[in-house]
């Protein structure tokens, strides 16, 4: 591994937030005499040094506009960095990834160590164009609007205003009807800005459909593929997984189903069914308090090994977590790296959930992996393809499962805790199929309309949903699809979850016949970051890279055996 390495290029008080700033020294690199290839790298070096403070400087204002939604100064602080900044970096961006492919001195570099980073600048010099710069400023800017939205919802429950991530937990009572009126109020309220969602989505399809012609493709889709350089998959193979999926998780995710109905004497399950105990246990509660959820988390990876105990108490201290759900507040999770101190920061709304608790360890997994790989000194290679971030996070979800007892001193809490986690990868799976299928749809027809729309995202509900009794409900099930942040903030993110899962399960297997050697495969392969093609990181991981229908049953297979040995 190349060790830790920096250029004096970058003053170290250099306000990245203004374009003013970074302008000269873009500009230098562009202008700058290539008359070898030691002077390539060298270039190289400084503009990953340079990306690294023009990427802080845009977490540092997406983090604290996240965390207060409801500030005028934070919201237009990011903004003007979206709309002044962005722009700028992407136009002189592509001019120094044309002056890195097409410098003669190319050719000399190690071809090894610089073959995934020239296949993707490559790649993005290809699908370039000036005019699409601030179409994609005008989707950053809805992708606000839409967390902004989100993050304005609230409700009156019991006297108190309370946000929606902080009601989930009411869905886990015992009392269905306290449940039913929950539900009912939380699906209310989000129903209430449904045609705003709507509106929001429809200008984002015109937007990003527009942006594909521009650049010489048929639909958006197709674009968004080489834009993620997904050099190792195709549509094809995403379709695999959905059919696997189908065939796979499907029928065990409906036989959970009916066996929660039958648990809990009803005929057919209600929307209010999905979180609570079948036995009438109190809702699993892992902690009162987002202290007491890191304590507690900081205890199992110490147990775990491997120094992850270490690295993740390196976040406990400064400003590297804000994990309290509140007013305000964007929806959702994320890690996010700060580049140029090479920090993670991780965000969250916590409630006091189970879930909150996997959310918990899941980010700290994707800080791992940024804490591994930060010795790199390109930047390019210090960010993995997410195909494989997401092993990195989900891996830590099934390896804690030994450890839950740090949380639960009972064990039949604790393996309530597993079994949930397991149950919910059979649902998780088709979910991923849906969303990924409605949006191979969505941009593959871009003249759809809102009727066409919810026709088929009824119809892969019915492909891949759950044995759900949705009667006088139907307009709210139609709208369902407009929780998922990632359709509007993030499109085509989410395919990765379901790879990187297969992949996941793979090393929980690994770490369950020898748990020393699972780990040691999980931190080399997250040492390398994304310096090597996706199916290498993979098999640095001991992983193998395929997620069709035959690995995928393979896989759910075990995780029913698991299922068996858990008491229900």
Known sequence: MTTLTTSEFVPVELDASKWENLQPLYQGLIDR???????????????????????????NLHINMTCHTDDEKAKDAYLALVENVLPQLKLVGFELDKKIVSCPHT???DQKRYEVMLRELECDVEIFRDENVPLQTQ??????????????????????????????????????????????????????????????FDEMIKLRHKIAQNAGFDNY?????????????????CEDFHQGAEEVCVPLFRKLNKQRAEALGVETLRPWDLAVDTKGRDPLRPFENAD??????????????????????????????????????????????????????????????????????????????????????????????????????????????????EFYSDQSQADRARRTHLEDLARLLPWIATIDAFQHW????????????????????TRFGAAVNWESLEQYKQVTWQR????????????????????????????????????????????????????ELFKAAGLEFNFGPKTMSRLMNEVQSELDTLPL
């Open 33 to 59: 005499e290539l008359k070898c290839s030691g002077c390539l790298e060298a270039l190289l070096l400084d503009r990953s040094e340079l990306d690294a403070a023009a990427s802080e400087a845009y977490a």
């Open 107 to 109: 050719k000399d570099l």
């Open 139 to 200: 989707d950053t800017k809805l992708g606000q609007q839409f967390s902004e939205l989100c993050g304005a919802m609230t409700v009156t429950f019991q006297g108190e205003e309370k946000t929606l991530p902080q009601m989930a937990k009411f869905l886990e009572e015992t009392d269905r009807a306290l449940r039913e009126e929950v539900w009912r109020l939380v699906a209310d309220r989000r129903y209430q800005d449904h045609d705003k969602l709507n509106d929001i």
């Open 221 to 237: 889709r197709d674009y968004m593929f080489k834009a993620k350089h997904r050099f190792d998959y195709t549509p094809k193979d």
């Open 292 to 405: 007491q959820m890191v304590a507690g988390t900081s205890r199992i990876f110490h147990r775990m090994g491997a120094s992850l105990g270490e690295m993740f108490d390196t976040l406990r201290g400064g400003d590297c977590l804000d994990l309290d759900s509140r007013k305000g507040k964007a929806p959702g999770g994320y890690q996010q790296m700060r580049d140029r101190k090479r920090e993670p920061f991780i965000f969250m709304n916590a409630a006091g959930m189970q879930g909150d608790l996997e959310t918990m360890i899941h980010e700290a997994g994707h800080a791992f992996h940024s804490i591994l790989s930060k010795q790199e000194p390109l930047l390019h290679y210090r960010h993995s393809p997410l195909e494989f971030a997401e092993v990195a996070s989900m891996s830590m979800e099934l390896l804690a499962h030994p450890f839950f007892d």
């Open 442 to 461: 969505i941009y593959t027809n871009p003249e759809h309309t809102r009727e066409d729309r919810t026709a088929k995202w009824l119809e892969l509900d």
């Open 484 to 535: 998922q942040l990632h359709l509007f903030e993030v499109p085509f993110y989410y395919i990765e979850y379901g790879i990187a899962q297969i992949g996941a399960l793979q090393l929980w297997l690994q770490y369950k016949k020898d748990p020393q050697a699972a780990l040691k495969n999980y931190q080399t392969a997250l040492t390398i970051g994304g310096a090597r093609p996706l199916p």
